[in-house]
C-alpha cells in the first residue's frame, strides 16, 4: 500500500486511502483513525480496484468523493494508466465499516495515447455544488479540437477539466 489520501470525517476522524501497489488491479484499502492520526485501524478492501493515486474529500453533502487513474489492466506501455474515475462514496458505508460498498463510479477520461499517463488528479467543490476537477492526460489533443495538431505528434501532454455535480452520479 502507499500513496494514502486523508480526510476528516463529520466527528473530525481520519480516513486514509490507500492506492495498492501490486500491479494487480487489486483494490485500494481504507483505514481509519479516532485519535488525530495517532493510531489507525488495520486497512480494509474497498470496491475501488485497481485505484491509483486517489485524491478523496468530504462534500457538501457529507459523502465522499474520490478521483483516481484506475489500473487493472495489463502493466505494459499500451495500457498503462487509460482511464481516469470518479467515484461518489456514500457517508454511510464509511461510517458503519463497510469499507465503501455503497459507491457509484463516473467515467471521466480515457486516455488513448500510445504512451497514455492520464489520472493525476486534483478536485474542488465550488460553492454552488458543482465539483470540479482537474487531469493531466497525453491523449491526442487533436481529438478535443481545442490545442494545436502539432502536440499530437509530440505526445506532449496536457491538462484537462472536468464539472459535474452529485446529481451526474
Known sequence: LCEGSIC??????????????SQKGYAANISFSKDCGESW???????LFGCHR??????????FLVTYREQ??????????????????DHRSLCDSSHCNRINILPLEHDSATHSDGGYTGWIQLPDGRIYVVNYVVCPSDSHKIFDKK???DGKPFIKWYMFSEEDF
Do not use: H, V, Y
Not at 8 to 18: F, G, H, T, Y
Open 8 to 21: 476528516e470525517d463529520a466527528n473530525q476522524n481520519l480516513i486514509c486511502l490507500m492506492r495498492e501497489n
Open 72 to 89: 487493472t489492466s495489463i502493466f505494459q506501455k499500451r495500457c498503462w494508466a487509460k482511464n481516469t474515475f470518479a467515484a461518489l462514496i
Open 151 to 153: 502536440l499530437s505528434k
Open 41 to 47: 485501524s488495520t486497512p480494509g478492501p474497498t470496491r
Open 54 to 63: 486517489p485524491a478523496l474529500g468530504r462534500l457538501r453533502s457529507g459523502n
